[in-house]
């Protein structure tokens, strides 16, 4: 396995815990897109800005990477990793597990990323909730993902389609 890896996926499939797992085991920061994204009050940069934060680490030798921001980024994180992590769960299962992250974050009122917290208005309500995005995401990277990646050709893809395809491959990566 390489040493610049991009973990993607929809919400919910565990992206940033495979990554920090991913990185500690092998020794090279992550990073994961969201914290550099999200700004107070779940304000966004501009696709400037964000590249702008990106840049740099996808430029070093080694990390693990979590997310996609293809709107904003394109494929800069693609074109210089070796490895893609594609974690595609089955929808019942990523709902279940964005569901009970959810609550947990609500209920506790967890800060996420500058100070931002979940409601419960964000998670349901509206066309760009939380679960609605989840969801057109989740197809639309099904759709979008392999001729992404097939630009690519430096890519090593590995597509996780089930927790257990996800403990094997993690067991048998960092050994």
Known sequence: ???????????????????????????????ELDAL???????APSAEEFRGRVEPYAEADGWVIDGDYSSKLGDLV???????????QPLPLILWRLWLRTYRRIRRRE????GNVE???????????LFVWTIRG???????????????????VVRLR??????????????
Do not use: C
């Not at 994204?37 to 779940?42: D, F, V, Y």
């Open 138 to 156: 989740y197809f639309r990277k099904r759709r979008t993902f392999p001729p992404r990646f097939a630009r690519h050709p430096q890519l090593r």
């Open 37 to 43: 994204h999200h700004g107070p009050s779940w304000s």
């Open 1 to 31: 396995m390489g040493r610049r890896i991009a973990v993607v996926g929809a919400s919910g499939n565990g992206k940033t815990a495979v990554a920090r797992l991913l990185a500690a085991r092998l020794g090279v920061p992550h990073v």
């Open 162 to 175: 089930s927790p257990r395809q996800v403990r094997r491959w993690l067991a048998d990566a960092t050994e």
């Open 78 to 88: 693609l074109e210089r990793a070796d490895t893609v992590v594609w974690l595609d």
């Open 111 to 114: 800060e996420l990323w500058s």
């Open 119 to 129: 409601t419960w208005r964000g998670a349901f309500v509206g066309r760009e909730s």
